[in-house]
């Protein structure tokens, strides 16, 4: 199973909402990621959860607070949005720097992506 | 600080032509390079994994290559067809660090 689950797929709020973004993945990865997509542009990083660690944060605005309660699970808090944070956001898992590969074969470091969730602010 | 560049950014070609996607990266120092292709509203799908030690990966009619020294990979791919229209992108990830550096992507029409 190489899949990431992520919900909602879609996703409208207003400004002054707190709604949350959920990631799920079963297959043992210590290192989880969310990254914010604009239209026609590649993916740009926003959080690094290793070994259930915040381990990058690539200065994002507090009105995004993520959360890792479980090495299988990674959540997105959302509060005050605007409507420019209006994305589809991506998350992603791998394996972990130092743990080691499956069937004692090397730790590749492969990010796998979710299907994505469209937020939009209003 | 690590930049990774795919030219052209987008290319439409008849059905059954041979494609080869560029992409070139500025620092050596990388742990591994991968290549993910998109959807319109999409996730990525990742095609082909490179690590850094490794020079080509195969998978169906995709073939990656790496050339570390000179911070290039290309990936060719076999007989197109209207379904690999889509958007491609390149990644690597540095060496000491989680963090994937992603080109801006390629947009691939196959036309029938």
């Known amino acids: 199973d190489t899949e990431v689950t992520q919900t909602p797929k879609h996703l409208v709020m207003g400004m002054t909402n707190k709604k949350s973004l959920k990631c799920e993945q079963h297959m043992g990865h210590r290192a989880m990621y969310w990254y914010k997509q604009k239209a026609k542009k590649p993916p740009e990083l926003m959080f690094v959860y290793s070994y259930e660690k915040l381990s990058i944060n690539e200065s994002v605005p507090s009105r995004f607070s993520p959360e890792c309660p479980n090495s299988s699970l990674l959540n997105l808090h959302l509060h005050a949005l605007q409507p420019e944070d209006s994305a589809l956001y991506l998350c992603a898992s791998s394996q972990a720097r130092g743990y080691p590969g499956l069937a004692g074969g090397a730790n590749t470091g492969e990010l796998f992506f979710g299907e994505g969730s469209r937020l939009t602010v209003l | 600080k690590q930049e990774v560049t795919q030219i052209p950014a987008a290319l439409s070609v008849p059905e059954g032509e041979n494609l080869v996607l560029n992409c070139s990266f500025t620092d050596s120092a990388i742990y591994n390079l991968q290549w993910f292709r998109q959807d319109p509203g999409k996730g990525l799908t990742s095609l082909l994994l490179?690590?850094?030690?490794?020079r080509e990966q195969t998978s169906g009619r995709l073939n990656a290559s790496l050339d570390k020294s000179s911070g290039r990979s290309t990936l060719y791919i076999a007989a197109s067809q209207p379904g690999d229209s889509a958007t491609y992108l390149c990644?690597?990830?540095?060496?000491?660090?989680?963090?994937?550096?992603f080109g801006k992507g390629m947009k691939l029409t196959v036309n029938p």
């Open positions: 990644a690597v990830k540095q060496g000491g660090s989680e963090k994937l550096v």
């Open positions: 490179i690590q850094s030690s490794q």
